[in-house]
């Protein structure tokens, strides 16, 4: 087993690890930087609740290894909200109950983060497909894809009229 | 003042829309769950498991793996001998096995190492040498009279537990039934699979007491458990839970790991933490029994239930866990949607050499109401009637009795059923929708809380302390556990009610045995109910202090005195109030501010041994309709539509009530067409992994229209009832219903895989009947049953007609 010093660029910040070089970006965010808000349900790519973003785009932690992503602008829960000021996401997550236990939160929130920067306005089904990789097993689904839709709609008309609209109901529901 | 607990008008903060008050912690990554902890010196713990289904251990060697640089320690059973178990009558298993395995992935050995590589090369270094011993994995192969017995030594049939009551006389009630009609049902088992990975960190300070952290939805019982196993007084022990990512009943047992990680933390002083693997949770299972039915049922010509027979038969796996309480509720709550005059119930566990079920969403009530309502629908066809009609026909009457001696007090089923029945547009589809595409429907019943705890006892089911600091901060302290439910938030949101305040003013203090009062845990959907009417007692012995001090101050009697909107205040006169705060003030200087509520069950067991399953001090109704569109020629159903409505007596926060329902239906969907625990010949599960345990992603979730029902009940709190599990139980049996409109077939089994309903369609193109389910159940003699006399007030004392 060999060890290397790694730079990684997580939520905006250079951070350096001797990490073991088998051990996967998972790992190191857990273990080594003490970022315990990504979870695992299953360390083989199979509930997507270890999800990040590498460059943007949505990536399982528990498949990548930490020296394939050095250099890579890394975003973990963590780092989704700046401080005090909450990505609608959480808002419209936590408004409409779409985390229960939370356990599959940080890895479906950074999916539709990367689904609605990619896509400001997508239709129920566009969010559907892109997070169908990310398990949940206590809500049934609906109030999260409710919260991401509405989450675009906040983050639309904060685009159209440079405010924040309010508003608590779920979706179209 | 006076604070009425069943008041339902002008609520300040009960019944609003809110998020959690833990909503925020749980959505950026601040919550810490129990693998997010950890500790200086910290050690990994792992679990060697059985590779057979059965086997006597001749011996473990561990000395190459204590050799192995890294290694601190390796326990086997020896170093936990005593056996322990959730139920006082089910003390039967070790958290490693001592001289004998009874299922694949059963822990032998633990090590605790510097790293989890270490830990992983360890266990490959420990030797056991096995003899194996012939594998039982079917009910009908524990019932094998020459078949080897699992629990003791020799032959025998391998009966864990045997029930068979009789309420009223169920003979002349088939005796005076105008059709009798019986049938077989089978349920298959499935797991909770909940997405946390169970974990247990523990520590042993400097002051020799023991610290444990886990993630377990029940505190209370593993420390109870650990005191027994580990030799320790419960006072120099304790459990906390921190928020849990899951649990659906899978962390309500004591799990091996749990101990094995104190002990290891005993032997080494050092931290020790065991996360399972995702394979390992499939192991560590406590999930839905596998069970067989036989019902059989008389009616009248107009559709009137005359007697019920029903038996079921449980796949319980290696060991006892809840079984006894999981065989009683397969029978217990028949009789809480419909008014059955003469009940005859048999039951009966056996053990098998698979990992150990347990209680799952529902608890034991999913099987047998599965089958009941299937079997409804059958006499419906029979007897030329509208399913909807005959369920009508047999509603039971709130405030009534049932004849198992089951006290039934709110009950909104007939609004359920007319609210879900209209809005799915139910009867213009029934039989009308093209071929492929279906409906259906049934209803059920839960309980908000058991009865009775787990083991005798006669104190308080739950406490709730308060205390509030002279600033005016609120610190609640409660045992329960939020699993994710948002029993935090509820209980916030309850004293927050009654104190005037916000729940977000509050601090919460929960589930820490060292801190928090007792309560037994989230399971049986207890904790609204129960937490929240002791947390009802609480503050309102709080506000009481607290109106004594600010009448004082304000001149008036304390009966006039009401708390809203962070003012304490003369009732009809606003402008004479104090804030929270300086009310706070007032009343600390007569003394200090600290109160405890407790909730007791009131007394409901009936005469009869096992009476303590199935009562509850309320019972909350379920009906659903489903919609379903399949393909003939692949197999595949697709769940389009729900309509549930769900009477929830109040709902304390309908965030929170519909995101249980919507769980609930769900994982109800995944059990009526994907999930299921399945072994292969020699007792090696078929699929340990979230791939092969087809479980629904977002894609095979339907479209959920809730419809909440609210008739408080008279004891619950603000008149809540619970909505974590019932919502679960109609949507099964609706979905088998849906197939069978859209394709013809009969489904009286689930999963409805499409390998199983190929065939059946298949069967039917031969010309043979397009059958999914079994053709009869194990057979089992249950001999005389115990005669109970039904109570006073029954249906049993409406004549037959
Ligand atoms: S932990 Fe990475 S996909 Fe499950
Ligand atoms: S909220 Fe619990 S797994 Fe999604």
């Given at each position: 087993m060999?060890r290397?010093?790694?730079?990684?660029?997580?939520?905006?910040?250079?951070?350096?690890?001797?990490?073991d070089?088998?051990?996967?970006?998972?790992?190191?965010?857990?273990?080594?930087?003490?970022?315990?808000?990504?979870?695992h349900?299953?360390?083989l790519?199979?509930?997507?609740?270890?999800?990040?973003?590498?460059?943007?785009?949505?990536?399982?932690?528990c498949?990548?290894?930490?020296?394939?992503?050095?250099?890579?602008?890394?975003t973990?829960?963590?780092?989704?909200?700046?401080?005090?000021?909450?990505?609608?996401?959480?808002?419209?997550?936590?408004?409409?109950?779409?985390?229960?236990?939370g356990?599959?939160?940080?890895?479906?929130?950074?999916?539709?983060r990367?689904?609605?920067?990619?896509?400001?306005?997508?239709?129920?089904?566009?969010?559907?497909?892109?997070?169908?990789?990310?398990?949940?097993?206590?809500?049934?689904?609906?109030?999260?894809?409710?919260?991401?839709?509405?989450?675009?709609?906040r983050?639309?008309?904060?685009?159209a009229?440079?405010?924040?609209?309010?508003?608590?109901?779920?979706?179209?529901? | 003042?006076?604070?009425?607990?069943?008041r339902?008008?002008?609520?300040?903060?009960?019944?609003?829309?809110?998020?959690?008050?833990?909503?925020?912690?749980?959505?950026?990554?601040?919550a810490?769950?129990?693998?997010?902890?950890?500790?200086p010196g910290?050690?990994?713990?792992r679990?060697?498991?059985?590779?057979?289904?059965h086997?006597?251990?001749?011996?473990?060697?561990?000395?190459?793996?204590e050799?192995?640089p890294?290694?601190?320690?390796?326990?086997?059973?020896?170093?936990?001998?005593?056996?322990?178990?959730?139920l006082?009558?089910?003390?039967?298993?070790?958290?490693?096995?001592?001289?004998?395995?009874?299922?694949?992935?059963?822990?032998?050995?633990a090590?605790?190492?510097v790293?989890?590589e270490t830990?992983?090369?360890?266990?490959?270094?420990?030797?056991?040498?096995?003899?194996?011993?012939?594998?039982?994995?079917?009910?009908?192969?524990a019932?094998?009279?020459?078949?080897?017995?699992i629990?003791?030594?020799?032959?025998?049939a391998n009966?864990?537990?045997?029930?068979?009551?009789?309420?009223?006389?169920?003979?002349a009630?088939?005796?005076?039934?105008?059709?009798?009609?019986?049938?077989?049902?089978s349920?298959?088992g499935?797991?909770?699979?909940?997405l946390?990975?169970?974990?247990t960190?523990?520590?042993?300070?400097?002051?020799?007491?023991?610290?444990?952290?886990?993630?377990?939805?029940?505190p209370?019982y593993?420390?109870?458990?650990?005191?027994?196993?580990?030799?320790?007084?419960?006072?120099?022990?304790?459990?906390?839970?921190?928020?849990v990512g899951?649990?659906?009943?899978?962390?309500?047992?004591?799990?091996?790991?749990?101990?094995?990680?104190?002990?290891?933390?005993?032997?080494?002083?050092?931290?020790?933490?065991?996360?399972?693997?995702?394979?390992?949770?499939?192991?560590?299972?406590?999930?839905?029994?596998?069970?067989?039915?036989?019902?059989?049922?008389?009616?009248?010509?107009?559709?009137?239930?005359?007697?019920?027979?029903f038996?079921?038969l449980?796949?319980?796996?290696?060991?006892?866990?809840?079984?006894?309480?999981?065989?009683?509720?397969?029978?217990?709550?028949?009789?809480?949607?419909?008014?059955?005059?003469?009940?005859?119930?048999?039951?009966?566990?056996?053990?098998t050499?698979?990992?150990?079920?347990?209680?799952?969403?529902?608890?034991g009530?999913p099987?047998?109401?599965?089958?009941?309502?299937?079997?409804l629908d059958?006499?419906?066809?029979e007897?030329g009637?509208?399913?909807?009609?005959?369920?009508?026909?047999?509603?039971?009457e709130?405030?009534?009795?049932?004849?198992?001696?089951?006290?039934i007090t709110s009950?909104?089923?007939?609004?359920?059923i007319?609210?879900v029945?209209?809005?799915?547009?139910?009867h213009?589809?029934?039989?009308?929708?093209?071929?492929?595409?279906?409906?259906?429907?049934?209803?059920s019943a839960?309980?908000?809380?058991?009865g009775?705890?787990?083991?005798?006892n006669?104190?308080p089911q739950?406490e709730?302390?308060i205390?509030?600091?002279?600033?005016?901060?609120?610190?609640?302290?409660?045992?329960?556990?939020?699993?994710?439910?948002?029993?935090?938030?509820?209980?916030?949101?309850?004293?927050?009610?009654?104190?005037g305040?916000?729940?977000?003013?509050?601090?919460?203090?929960?589930a820490?045995?060292?801190?928090?009062?007792v309560?037994?845990g989230?399971?049986?959907?207890?904790?609204?109910?129960?937490a929240?009417?002791?947390?009802?007692d609480?503050?309102?012995?709080?506000?009481?202090?607290?109106?004594?001090g600010?009448?004082?101050?304000?001149?008036?009697?304390?009966?006039?005195?009401?708390f809203?909107?962070?003012?304490?205040?003369?009732?009809?006169?606003?402008?004479?109030?104090l804030?929270?705060?300086?009310?706070?003030?007032?009343a600390?200087?007569?003394g200090?501010?600290m109160?405890?509520?407790?909730?007791?069950?009131?007394?409901?067991?009936?005469?009869?041994?096992?009476?303590?399953v199935?009562?509850?001090?309320?019972?909350?109704?379920?009906?659903?309709?489903?919609?379903?569109?399949?393909?003939?020629?692949t197999?595949?159903?697709?769940?389009?539509?729900?309509?549930?409505?769900?009477?929830?007596?109040?709902?304390?926060?309908?965030?929170?009530?519909?995101?249980?329902?919507?769980?609930?239906?769900?994982?109800?969907?995944g059990?009526?067409?994907m999930?299921?625990?399945?072994?292969?010949?020699?007792?090696?599960?078929?699929?340990?992994s979230?791939?092969?345990?087809?479980?629904?992603?977002?894609?095979?979730?339907?479209?959920?229209?809730?419809?909440l029902?609210?008739?408080?009940?008279?004891?619950g709190?603000?008149?809540?009832k619970?909505?974590?599990?019932?919502?679960l139980?109609?949507v099964?049996?609706?979905?088998?219903a849906?197939?069978?409109?859209?394709l013809?077939?009969?489904?009286?089994?689930?999963?409805?895989?499409?390998?199983?309903?190929?065939?059946?369609?298949?069967?039917?193109?031969?010309?043979?009947a397009?059958?999914?389910?079994?053709?009869?159940?194990?057979?089992?003699?249950?001999?005389?049953?115990?005669?109970?006399?039904?109570p006073?007030?029954?249906?049993?004392?409406?004549?037959?007609?």
């Amino acid at each position: 087993m060999s060890r290397r010093l790694l730079v990684l660029r997580v939520n905006g910040l250079a951070r350096e690890a001797a990490v073991d070089e088998h051990h996967t970006l998972l790992e190191v965010l857990r273990e080594d930087l003490h970022l315990t808000g990504t979870k695992h349900g299953c360390e083989l790519g199979e509930c997507g609740a270890c999800t990040v973003l590498v460059d943007g785009e949505p990536w399982l932690a528990c498949l990548t290894l930490a020296v394939d992503v050095e250099g890579c602008e890394i975003t973990t829960v963590e780092g989704l909200a700046a401080p005090g000021r909450p990505d609608p996401l959480q808002s419209a997550f936590a408004e409409l109950g779409a985390a229960q236990c939370g356990y599959c939160s940080p890895g479906m929130l950074v999916s539709a983060r990367a689904l609605l920067d990619a896509n400001p306005s997508p239709t129920r089904d566009e969010v559907r497909h892109a997070l169908a990789g990310n398990l949940c097993r206590c809500t049934g689904y609906e109030a999260i894809l409710d919260a991401v839709l509405l989450a675009a709609d906040r983050d639309g008309s904060a685009r159209a009229a440079a405010h924040v609209a309010g508003g608590g109901d779920r979706g179209d529901r | 003042m006076t604070v009425d607990p069943s008041r339902t008008d002008d609520l300040a903060v009960v019944g609003t829309r809110r998020p959690k008050i833990d909503a925020m912690a749980r959505l950026t990554g601040e919550a810490r769950y129990a693998d997010d902890l950890s500790m200086p010196g910290m050690l990994v713990g792992r679990q060697l498991r059985s590779i057979h289904a059965h086997a006597r251990i001749r011996s473990v060697d561990t000395s190459r793996a204590e050799a192995l640089p890294g290694v601190v320690a390796v326990i086997t059973g020896r170093d936990v001998p005593i056996a322990y178990g959730v139920l006082p009558v089910s003390q039967d298993e070790n958290a490693l096995a001592v001289d004998r395995v009874r299922y694949v992935g059963e822990p032998v050995a633990a090590v605790a190492a510097v790293d989890e590589e270490t830990a992983e090369q360890a266990l490959r270094l420990v030797s056991v040498d096995y003899e194996p011993l012939p594998a039982v994995l079917s009910i009908e192969d524990a019932l094998d009279p020459s078949g080897v017995l699992i629990h003791g030594e020799g032959q025998g049939a391998n009966v864990h537990k045997a029930v068979a009551l009789e309420f009223g006389d169920v003979d002349a009630g088939f005796a005076a039934a105008d059709l009798v009609r019986e049938d077989v049902f089978s349920f298959a088992g499935n797991t909770h699979a909940p997405l946390e990975q169970p974990a247990t960190l523990a520590a042993l300070g400097g002051d020799g007491r023991l610290t444990v952290w886990s993630a377990t939805q029940a505190p209370h019982y593993l420390h109870r458990a650990l005191a027994r196993v580990l030799e320790l007084p419960s006072s120099r022990i304790r459990v906390v839970a921190p928020p849990v990512g899951g649990g659906f009943g899978a962390k309500t047992d004591i799990l091996p790991h749990e101990v094995a990680a104190a002990k290891l933390a005993m032997v080494t002083g050092r931290p020790v933490k065991i996360t399972l693997t995702r394979e390992e949770v499939f192991h560590s299972h406590r999930g839905r029994h596998p069970v067989q039915m036989w019902v059989r049922t008389g009616f009248t010509s107009d559709g009137r239930i005359t007697a019920m027979h029903f038996r079921s038969l449980l796949d319980g796996g290696a060991y006892g866990s809840f079984g006894v309480a999981s065989t009683y509720y397969t029978g217990a709550l028949q009789t809480t949607t419909y008014r059955i005059p003469a009940y005859r119930f048999e039951g009966l566990r056996v053990f098998t050499t698979k990992p150990p079920c347990g209680p799952k969403r529902g608890h034991g009530t999913p099987q047998p109401r599965f089958a009941v309502e299937r079997h409804l629908d059958r006499a419906a066809e029979e007897l030329g009637l509208d399913p909807v009609e005959l369920r009508l026909r047999n509603a039971v009457e709130p405030f009534s009795r049932t004849v198992n001696h089951l006290r039934i007090t709110s009950c909104g089923m007939r609004a359920c059923i007319e609210e879900v029945v209209s809005a799915s547009g139910y009867h213009g589809k029934k039989g009308h929708l093209p071929r492929g595409r279906g409906v259906g429907f049934a209803v059920s019943a839960y309980l908000s809380g058991a009865g009775l705890p787990i083991y005798w006892n006669d104190m308080p089911q739950s406490e709730v302390h308060i205390k509030v600091d002279r600033g005016g901060g609120v610190t609640v302290f409660s045992g329960a556990t939020d699993i994710g439910q948002g029993s935090t938030s509820t209980l916030a949101t309850i004293v927050a009610e009654i104190l005037g305040l916000q729940p977000e003013d509050l601090a919460m203090v929960t589930a820490d045995t060292d801190l928090t009062p007792v309560d037994l845990g989230s399971y049986s959907s207890r904790v609204t109910f129960m937490a929240g009417n002791a947390a009802i007692d609480a503050a309102s012995k709080l506000a009481r202090l607290v109106a004594e001090g600010a009448a004082q101050r304000l001149g008036v009697p304390p009966e006039e005195l009401v708390f809203r909107g962070g003012q304490v205040a003369v009732r009809g006169d606003p402008r004479k109030s104090l804030s929270w705060a300086q009310a706070v003030r007032a009343a600390s200087a007569r003394g200090a501010l600290m109160t405890s509520g407790v909730y007791w069950a009131p007394e409901m067991a009936g005469p009869y041994r096992g009476s303590g399953v199935g009562i509850s001090p309320a019972y909350s109704y379920s009906a659903a309709v489903v919609e379903v569109a399949t393909d003939p020629e692949t197999g595949e159903v697709s769940v389009e539509e729900v309509w549930i409505a769900h009477d929830i007596g109040r709902a304390i926060n309908p965030v929170l009530v519909q995101g249980q329902v919507e769980g609930s239906v769900y994982m109800a969907v995944g059990e009526a067409l994907m999930e299921e625990q399945s072994f292969r010949r020699q007792g090696v599960h078929r699929g340990p992994s979230l791939l092969d345990y087809k479980l629904p992603t977002t894609l095979e979730t339907p479209k959920i229209h809730t419809i909440l029902i609210e008739e408080p009940d008279p004891e619950g709190p603000f008149g809540a009832k619970e909505a974590g599990q019932g919502p679960l139980l109609p949507v099964i049996p609706a979905v088998a219903a849906a197939v069978e409109d859209a394709l013809g077939v009969v489904v009286h089994e689930v999963p409805i895989t499409p390998d199983r309903l190929l065939r059946a369609l298949r069967a039917g193109h031969r010309g043979k009947a397009p059958v999914i389910g079994p053709a009869s159940v194990p057979s089992f003699e249950f001999g005389e049953p115990e005669r109970v006399q039904p109570p006073v007030g029954s249906p049993a004392e409406v004549a037959v007609p």
